[in-house]
């Protein structure tokens, strides 16, 4: 099973930033509590302004990260004091190394997540899956439902936009009659 920890890191001052990479770290450490060869998993769950940061100053966080096609940079938060003080991510890092930077603005900001440790990280990624394919199964059959539902109520509708048209006939040759 994986070990979570808490990780967060602040960037205060423009162009600061900050590296998650526990490899290069690893590979540093003498003693202590080593994760040497442990995968590891970087998740950021809330980037939050400081108290201390300027009222109408832009803030923006960005990300570099290994993508699918190599390395990607992408902002990830755009904060203001006063406007947008913090922001709910949902953001998995697998790879080593990711770059926190402040493109823009002073801050304070700080990002908060957690970092998964574990030789069975396999595990957790088999567990979100099966939350996954239970939540698409969940909707496919709420929308199954809905289906059939709506197969009921459509004999009923059609019905009754026919026989409101024959009412209004019969009631019309009535009034001729008069």
Same mark, same amino acid.
């Given at each position: 099973m994986a070990e979570e920890y808490l990780f967060g890191i602040t960037l205060v001052g423009e162009k600061s930033s900050e590296v998650w990479d526990p490899e290069h770290k690893n590979d540093d450490a003498e003693g202590?509590?080593?994760h040497f060869g442990v995968d590891q998993k970087l998740i950021i769950k809330m980037a939050l302004l400081g108290p201390e940061a300027k009222p109408g100053e832009l803030n923006v966080l960005q990300v570099e990260a290994m993508g699918l096609k190599g390395l990607i940079k992408t902002p990830i938060a755009l904060l203001e004091r006063g406007k947008t003080e913090q922001i709910i991510l949902d953001l998995s890092f697998p790879d080593p190394p990711v770059t926190f930077t402040l493109v823009k603005g002073s801050g304070p900001i700080h990002i908060v997540g957690h970092n998964l440790l574990g030789t069975h990280m +396999? $595990?957790?990624? %088999?567990?979100?899956?099966?939350?996954? +394919? $239970?939540?698409? %199964?969940?909707e496919d059959d709420e929308k199954d439902t809905e289906v059939e539902d709506d197969e009921d109520e459509e004999p009923k509708k059609k019905n009754a936009k026919l026989s409101a048209p024959a009412k209004n006939k019969n009631q019309a040759n009535k009034n001729k009659k008069k």
């Open positions: 202590g509590n080593q +396999e $595990e957790f990624d %088999d567990l979100e899956d099966e939350m996954e +394919e $239970e939540n698409i %199964d969940d």
